[in-house]
């Protein structure tokens, strides 16, 4: 039965030869590539917009490995007129069985949805990321503006 197109026949068991299983050799390979593309995939995609009439920016999409939707995103506070800063309730996170693990970011990348240039400066936190946005004159923007951001 073809319903599974190329993933056919499923599910894949152990044993048996290449049409009908998966050797040893072959189930270690891919358990060990699903846990090395877990382990390079961004952590969390955000991306935040300004409140009418000025205020604090608020996240209005997210998709992350802690879940999906506004609910699982940082708290977004801005600090000062010009530094934003994002943090979790919790360093931790549990994953579908409810196994919790800590989370260390190692890298971001922070963009601007503006119609002029717009550079963003980050500093990773323990639980979340700080980050300052400069126009194209090396000048700090000093209200926020709409932008994104992924961690890793």
Same mark, same amino acid.
């Given at each position: 039965?073809?319903?599974?197109?190329?993933?056919?026949?499923?599910?894949?068991?152990?044993?048996?030869?290449?049409?009908?299983?998966?050797?040893?050799?072959?189930?270690?390979?891919?358990?060990?590539?699903?846990?090395?593309?877990?382990?390079?995939?961004?952590?969390?995609?955000?991306s935040?917009?300004?409140?009418?009439g000025? $205020?604090?920016?608020v996240?209005?999409?997210?998709? $992350?490995m802690?879940?999906?939707g506004?609910?699982? %995103?940082?708290?977004?506070?801005?600090?000062?007129?010009?530094?934003?800063?994002?943090?979790?309730?919790?360093?931790?996170?549990?994953?579908?069985?409810?196994? %919790?693990?800590?989370?260390?970011?190692?890298?971001?990348?922070? =963009?601007?949805? =503006? =119609?002029?240039?717009?550079?963003?400066?980050?500093?990773?936190?323990?639980?979340?990321?700080?980050?300052?946005?400069?126009?194209?004159? $090396? =000048?700090?923007?000093? %209200?926020?503006?709409? $932008?994104?951001?992924?961690?890793?």
């Amino acid at each position: 039965m073809a319903v599974t197109g190329g993933f056919c026949p499923l599910p894949a068991r152990l044993g048996g030869d290449a049409l009908s299983g998966l050797t040893a050799e072959q189930h270690a390979r891919l358990a060990a590539d699903t846990v090395a593309k877990k382990r390079t995939a961004p952590f969390c995609f955000f991306s935040w917009s300004l409140a009418s009439g000025g $205020g604090n920016p608020v996240v209005t999409n997210y998709l $992350g490995m802690n879940g999906a939707g506004p609910s699982f %995103a940082p708290n977004l506070n801005q600090s000062s007129g010009s530094t934003v800063t994002l943090r979790w309730r919790t360093a931790g996170f549990s994953d579908p069985y409810s196994i %919790a693990y800590a989370w260390l970011p190692r890298h971001a990348l922070v =963009s601007a949805n =503006s =119609s002029s240039f717009a550079r963003g400066v980050w500093e990773l936190l323990n639980d979340g990321i700080r980050f300052r946005l400069f126009d194209a004159a $090396g =000048s700090q923007i000093s %209200a926020p503006v709409a $932008g994104s951001c992924i961690i890793w």
